[in-house]
């Protein structure tokens, strides 16, 4: 059975940082293109960033970009997103998936979601 447990996320000042972290088990990971989504209140679920599954291409949306970081350590099943100089805008609750890479972006592959983790920026 697949599992996604998100966390890492808190409450921080605008301007700072959080790592979020992803445990994915249930399925070879590694074999997995993943990303990450975010849903802030009363707003669709919005792609964030994307790894490939050799971590050699990353994409990230406009939002993010410069200031968002994805990676990923294959043999632990864990993906990472290091977000810095955080915006009151990114308040949202963070989703990992694993994705199929189109474009420059990433779509969830899985209809399965974890709990998310919610990141509050305080301006």
């Known amino acids: 059975q697949v599992q996604l447990v998100e966390s890492g996320g808190g409450l921080v000042q605008a301007g700072g940082s959080l790592r979020l972290s992803c445990a994915a088990s249930?399925?070879?990971?590694?074999?997995?293109?993943m990303g990450w989504f975010r849903q802030a209140p009363g707003k669709e679920r919005e792609f964030v960033a994307a790894?490939?599954?050799?971590?050699?291409?990353?994409y990230y949306a406009d939002s993010v970009k410069g200031r968002f970081v994805i990676s990923r350590d294959n043999a632990k099943n864990m993906v990472y997103l290091q977000m810095n100089s955080l915006k009151p805008e990114d308040t949202a609750v963070y989703y990992c998936?694993?994705?199929?890479?189109?474009?420059?972006?990433?779509?969830?592959?899985?209809?399965?979601w974890g709990q998310g983790t919610q990141v509050t920026v305080s301006s």
């Open positions: 998936n694993a994705v199929r890479l189109v474009g420059d972006r990433g779509f969830p592959l899985l209809d399965y």
């Open positions: 249930g399925r070879t990971f590694s074999n997995y293109h």
């Open positions: 790894i490939s599954w050799s971590s050699t291409i990353t």
